[in-house]
């Protein structure tokens, strides 16, 4: 099964890229982040004629994420619990930043879009670390439930986990994505019965998924690695392969994040 995760920066402006994407490298599940839509705003019509399923969870014009499946899609859930609002205050909301399923052999994958953090000073930076920790929570819950989950955690965390994973340390300094308490909040994901399961195959420094549209850095290879297939033990001894599909930064109408991609044996 190849399971594969994509901040795709608006989905109805690149459903095309999609689509061609799945037929391409024949992808099973495909977890979407950064839809930009309800779901009553997509046209997926294209994907069910392809023979997917889809499940999509979007409450306005930003952040939104979407499961899509050929091999099943059951159980879906449309927010973590405890999930934090934001703002953190009577006026604040759960934002539509988490989506799980269960897909074929029996494996629950979330789509998530970790929040961005902003500034270090910003009300949104520690939104951020209470996110990560109700992530944390739900993982260490599933696995203590049943230590041989097949959970597979995945999309954009918005976190750069060391400092092999951006392009120039000096840059960030004093910037959110490479502060402690975001890496610790990451760490504290895997120490919850998490592995990353790409990075052993694809070592830095100089390996990334994320390219800003500013001042060419694509071309200039100044990215970050943010983007993330984090897997239970039962997910990682089932990997056969991965890999990053830098090929669909490249072109006109780009997202700016690659594709990553992970094949499973179960």
């Known amino acids: 099964m190849r399971i594969a995760t994509w901040n795709i920066n608006s989905l109805r402006a690149r459903m095309d890229r999609v689509l061609a994407f799945l037929e391409r490298h024949e992808v099973d599940v495909l977890a979407l982040q950064e839809t930009k839509a309800k779901p009553e705003q997509l046209d997926l019509a294209p994907l069910e004629a392809a023979g997917y399923e889809v ?94 989950a097949r959970v597979a955690l995945v999309g954009d965390f918005n976190v750069a986990p060391l400092d092999e994973d951006v392009w120039d340390m000096e840059f960030f300094e004093g910037k959110t994505h490479v502060t402690e308490p975001e890496r610790a909040a990451f760490r504290s994901v895997v120490e919850a019965g998490f592995s990353d399961v790409v990075r052993g195959d694809h070592p830095g420094p100089g390996v990334f998924t994320y390219w800003d549209y500013q001042k060419l850095r694509f071309p200039k290879r100044e990215g970050m690695r943010i983007d993330f297939v984090l897997g239970s033990p039962a997910v990682e001894s089932a990997v056969t392969g991965s890999f990053i599909d830098r090929e669909e930064r490249k072109g006109k109408g780009a997202s700016d994040h690659a594709p990553v991609v992970v094949d499973l044996s179960f």
């Open 55 to 148: 499940a999509a969870h979007g409450l306005n014009q930003w952040n939104g994420v979407a499961l899509i499946s050929r091999v099943g899609l059951t159980d879906v859930r449309t927010e973590l619990p405890a999930a934090p609002t934001f703002p953190e205050d009577e006026t604040g909301m759960v934002e539509a930043r988490a989506l799980g399923g269960v897909v074929a052999g029996g494996l629950r994958i979330w789509s998530l879009y970790v929040p961005n953090g902003r500034e270090i000073d910003h009300p949104h930076y520690a939104y951020k670390l209470r996110w990560l920790e109700a992530l944390r929570a739900e993982g260490a819950r599933e696995l203590a439930a049943d230590p041989d």
